[in-house]
């Protein structure tokens, strides 16, 4: 459970998340959900609330270079996959009713702004949800390692990452019955343990800068203000 009322979040997404049920691609329906309970912590609970996204329902860069494209490349082409799916979330939490900005770590003014930490404090300061994409800009770097940088660079209070379960197991609950799952957990346990919350180079930089993380099922986000909310809390003091 969070225990405080936060001012600012940071929501990492992945990119299957928004493919929901479909093999490859988007959910539009479940692209609506989402953004309702998106424009609900928003508008109603007055959270700023800031969003990286993947693109893996689309292509991922490390599977690319396994196929014979060089890495780099492929992690550029993984880079414009996070921006359509920018583009479909943005689209979708605007017809809600919420402002957005979508901020891209690689210049394409035609689609969005470029990341500016300044204009994105200024977005967020104005209630405008600020949905950031391309990740770090960088190959090498997953979205994992962009939300936690993102999330520090515009001081949000802790991060939220949406999975397909309700918190963090000691193994696959769709795969082992017997999974046991963690209500709250250290960074360095669960390093320890190698669970696997994020990749390595994003843990070691939410570690190193105290940056709290909650993991819980994706569509219960709109619930993380309240006691009902399942998840496990990430402590890294």
């Known amino acids: 459970m969070i225990k405080k009322h936060p001012k600012r979040v940071l ?5 299957e998340a928004l493919q929901g049920s ?10 609506e959900k989402l953004s309702e309970k998106i424009v609900y912590l928003s508008r109603y609970k007055g959270v700023q609330i800031v969003i990286v996204i993947g693109g893996g329902n689309i292509f991922r860069g490390v599977s690319g270079a396994a196929s014979g494209i060089d ?4 992690d550029y082409m993984g880079m414009l996959a996070t921006v359509m799916n920018g583009i479909a979330l943005g689209d979708a939490i605007e017809k809600q009713g919420n402002s957005v900005r979508i901020m891209s770590a690689l210049e394409i003014p035609k689609v969005a702004e470029t990341f500016i930490r300044r204009r994105a404090l200024k977005h967020l300061e104005k209630g405008r949800v600020v949905l950031t994409v391309s990740g770090t800009g960088n190959p090498y770097f997953t979205t994992d390692s962009a939300a936690v940088l993102r999330a520090l660079e515009l001081n949000c209070d802790f991060m939220i990452k949406g999975t397909k379960v309700d918190g963090i197991y000691d193994k696959d609950p769709f795969v082992d019955s017997t999974a046991k799952k963690y209500e709250n957990i250290g960074i360095d346990e669960a390093l320890d343990k190698g669970l696997q919350i994020m990749d390595q180079s994003a843990i070691a930089l939410a570690k190193d800068e105290k940056l709290p993380i909650f993991v819980c099922k994706l569509m219960d986000i709109e619930k993380i203000l309240s006691k009902s909310i399942k998840g496990t809390y990430v402590d890294v003091t």
Do not use: C, F, P
């Open 11 to 15: 929501l990492k997404l992945s990119g």
């Open 22 to 31: 479909k093999e490859y691609g988007i959910d539009v329906k479940l692209l």
């Open 71 to 74: 890495r780099s490349q492929a």
